[in-house]
């Protein structure tokens, strides 16, 4: 089976081009490189054995994505590619709309005209919004609290009306919650341009000495210590998620939204605590104001995605760090090499 990813060379992209080929699957990577850099192709070559096709396009470049789609005789598409920091998005709501939502109308296209009928796409627990009950199970309403938020939401539901139009469509909704991580390799990770916006790349480069101290967003949430909880995700577990929804639409048309989660939350105190352990340095912090948006604690039901996809995360918090770790240590060497 053929898979086209778009996003593929990005952080969430990359990890699962490793997983689907070790699982059997033929990838073609295709990504404008907005966010990421075709020097992960030579790593995914390094870590599978083997060179990946790679397409340098926009995925609004709707008559590239048909000529892709014909060559490559892709029978399933896995949708990354888009634009995802929440604060930019509410400064820049028209480069988020046009790259999340135009972006995957023109796939959409794309996969029509071209007769592509299965398609995971990547969602989020943000269009869980506001959280009303813990832990998140797929039932709870949806709604959104910025415009990154609501190109996921707008993607979702123009996906159920696709679906609902023509019985051939398969169509998953992955609702991430929070993907950390590395491949064991340490060759593949998450690698934010500028300053990290998310908690776990922050926490390794004060680590590893690149930044004095993290923030700490708040320690007055109705939470166990104080400080906001999420559920953090290994980015492997995630990756297998995605062959595991593959393989569901394999034998299933219609529409499904599903959770990838471990049901576990962990605090910003924890995750401090936890990287330290697996780095053996100190992260010096300080407790500052909250950050608007942010909700006190999310984590998910993932019991849905165990019984649809017969996948159900596995690697600890552990794992999590000890592997981020190792990404940021290798960089660091490829960085002084
Ligand atoms: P990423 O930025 O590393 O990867 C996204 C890739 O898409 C990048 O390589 C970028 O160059 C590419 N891209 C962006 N706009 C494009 C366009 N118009 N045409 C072609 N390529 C384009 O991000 P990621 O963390 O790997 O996230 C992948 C997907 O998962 C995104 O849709 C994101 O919204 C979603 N998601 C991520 C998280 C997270 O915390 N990382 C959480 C929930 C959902
Ligand atoms: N935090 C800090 N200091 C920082 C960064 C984060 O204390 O420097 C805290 C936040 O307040 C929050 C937790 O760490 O309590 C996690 O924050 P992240 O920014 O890493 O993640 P979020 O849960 O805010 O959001 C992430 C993605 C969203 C996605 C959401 C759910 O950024 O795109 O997970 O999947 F929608």
Not at 297 to 302: G, V
């Amino acid at each position: 089976m053929n898979v086209l990813l778009t996003g593929g060379t990005g952080y969430i992209g990359s990890h699962t081009a490793v997983v689907l080929l070790q699982s059997g699957y033929r990838v073609v990577l295709y990504d404008n490189l907005s966010n990421s850099s075709d020097a992960v192709l030579e790593k995914l070559a390094q870590i599978t054995g083997q060179p990946i096709p790679f397409i340098k396009g926009d995925v609004r470049d709707t008559e590239l994505l048909i000529s892709t789609l014909a060559a490559h005789r892709i029978d399933a598409v896995v949708h990354f590619a888009g634009l995802k920091a929440v604060g930019e998005s509410v400064e820049k709501p028209v480069d988020y709309y046009a790259n999340n939502v135009q972006g995957t109308i023109s796939l959409l296209q794309a996969m029509q005209s071209a007769q592509v009928k299965t398609l995971v796409f990547s969602s989020s627990a943000t269009v869980y919004g506001e959280p009303q009950f813990l832990p998140l199970d797929e039932s709870h309403p949806t709604s959104a609290t910025n415009p990154y938020g609501r190109s996921k939401l707008h993607i979702e539901e123009m996906l159920k009306d696709v679906a609902a139009s023509d019985p051939a469509w398969g169509i998953a909704c992955l609702r991430y919650f929070n993907p950390v991580g590395a491949h064991e390799s340490g060759l593949i990770g998450e690698n934010p341009n500028g300053v990290p916006n998310n908690l776990m790349p922050y926490i390794a480069q004060v680590a590893a000495g690149q930044r004095a101290e993290l923030s700490v967003f708040g320690a007055d949430y109705p939470t166990a210590d104080g400080t906001g909880v999420r559920d953090y995700i290994h980015v492997m577990d995630l990756a297998q998620g995605h062959a595991a929804a593959l393989a569901f639409l394999s034998a299933t048309i219609g529409w499904h939204a599903v959770n990838l989660g471990t049901g576990k939350g962990y605090s910003v105190l924890d995750m401090i605590q936890a990287v330290e352990k697996a780095s053996g340095q100190r992260v010096p912090y300080k407790i500052v104001a909250r950050r608007a948006g942010d909700v006190a604690a999310c984590y998910a039901d993932p019991k849905k995605a165990g019984e649809a996809l017969n996948w159900r995360a596995t690697r600890t918090l552990d794992d999590m760090c000890a592997s981020t770790w190792r990404f940021q240590q290798s960089q660091r060497l490829s960085v002084m090499s």
